[in-house]
C-alpha cells in the first residue's frame, strides 16, 4: 500500500501488515516527520491515489499536530520496511530529440522518394542480399562439420 509523508509529500510503498489493525507511528526517511499512520480502508484507498490541494494538507498538518498532542505517550518509532517511490520527470531534451528525429526521418524519405530513388527497394535487395549470404555460410559450416565428424 502507499502511504505519504504530509510534510515533504514522499511517498512509500509498505507492506499493510506491518501497520497492524489500529495503525502505528512512522518516521520519514527523507524530513524525519513523525505520523500516525492508520491502515487505509476502502474510501481512503481511492482517495490517497488523488493529488491534495494545499488548504487540504494544512488541514491534515493540524490535525497531525493536534493527534501528536493526544498521542504524546513516548513509544519507541521504528522505521517501517518501505520502498520510496520516486516520480520521475518528464525530460524535454528526449521528446525534442524523438520529434527532431521523426521530422527528419519523413524528410528523408519524402526527399529520396521526390528524387526518383525508390529506397524501399534497395533496402530490400540488401536485406534479400544478407540472408542469401549468411545461407551459403551456414551451409559451408554444415559441410565441413560433417567433413570433420565423419
Known amino acids: 500500500m502507499f502511504i ?3 510534510d515533504c ?3 512509500y510503498i509498505v507492506n499493510s501488515a506491518d501497520l497492524k489493525p489500529d495503525g502505528r507511528m512512522v518516521e520519514c526517511a527523507n524530513c524525519n516527520h513523525r505520523w500516525f499512520q492508520e491502515l487505509l480502508k476502502g474510501e481512503d484507498l481511492l482517495s490517497s491515489s488523488v493529488p491534495r490541494t494545499p488548504q487540504e494538507k494544512s488541514h491534515e498538518k ?3 499536530i493536534q493527534n501528536d ?3 504524546s505517550q513516548p513509544e519507541e518509532i521504528k522505521n517501517l520496511p518501505s520502498t520510496v ?8 531534451l528526449n521528446t525534442f530529440l524523438v520529434i527532431f528525429f521523426l521530422v527528419l526521418v519523413f524528410f528523408l524519405f519524402w526527399t529520396l522518394r521526390s528524387y526518383g530513388t525508390n529506397i524501399f527497394v ?3 535487395f540488401y ?7 549468411l545461407k551459403l555460410i551456414i551451409d559451408d559450416l554444415a559441410k565441413i562439420i560433417y567433413q570433420i565428424v565423419n
Open 127 to 133: 536485406i534479400n542480399e544478407f540472408f542469401f549470404n
Open 122 to 124: 534497395l533496402v530490400s
Open 62 to 64: 493540524q490535525k497531525t
Open 9 to 11: 509529500d514522499y511517498k
Open 85 to 92: 517511490v520516486r516520480e520521475k520527470k518528464v525530460s524535454y
Open 4 to 6: 505519504q509523508c504530509s
Open 69 to 71: 498532542e493526544t498521542n
